[in-house]
Every structure is written in structure tokens, then in C-alpha cells.
């Protein structure tokens, strides 16, 4: 099992210096449980939920997403 999470700060800089407009600072926020089971020793799932939120500070709105992502994963047997 693990837990990754990560907050960012995003500001636009035009060229030769200076910011521009407030709206375009954004923060972003991302979070990713994941649960990982070897079935057996050829297969494995993998199962994660995403969720992530950016705020426009300027303009005072924000976003939200989540997916759900599934794996399967099956490596055969090696050949000697």
C-alpha cells in the first residue's frame, strides 16, 4: 500500500520579468492511494483512486477531478 501527495504553487512569469494576472497563480493539490496484491506468482493487480484540486487564486474558482484506475498485469513463465 502506498500513499503518494503533493501540493504545488504555479506562477506565470512573463518574459522580461514580472507576473501577470492574479488568476493565472494556480495551486494544485494531488493525492493517489495505491493498493498493489501479487494473485500469484505471474499475476498481479493493481488498484489506485487519484484526486486532485487546483484553485485559481485570483479569479476565486477552483477544479476538482477523481479517477479509478485498475491493473492487471500477467508475465509468463521464463523460458530456460
Do not use: C, H, K, Q
Not at 504555479?10 to 501479487?38: K, Q, V
Not at 477552483?62 to 479517477?67: G, I, K, L, M, T
Amino acid at each position: 500500500f502506498s500513499l503518494p501527495a503533493a501540493v504545488f504553487r504555479n506562477e506565470t512569469i512573463r518574459f522580461g520579468g514580472g507576473f501577470r494576472r492574479d488568476e493565472e497563480r494556480r495551486t494544485f493539490f494531488t493525492m493517489e492511494p495505491r493498493l498493489n496484491w501479487r494473485v500469484t506468482e505471474n499475476l498481479a493487480f493493481s488498484a489506485s483512486y487519484r484526486y486532485r484540486y487546483e484553485r485559481f487564486e485570483g479569479a476565486g474558482t477552483s477544479a476538482d477531478s477523481n479517477a479509478l484506475f485498475l491493473s492487471l498485469s500477467y508475465v509468463g513463465p521464463r523460458s530456460e
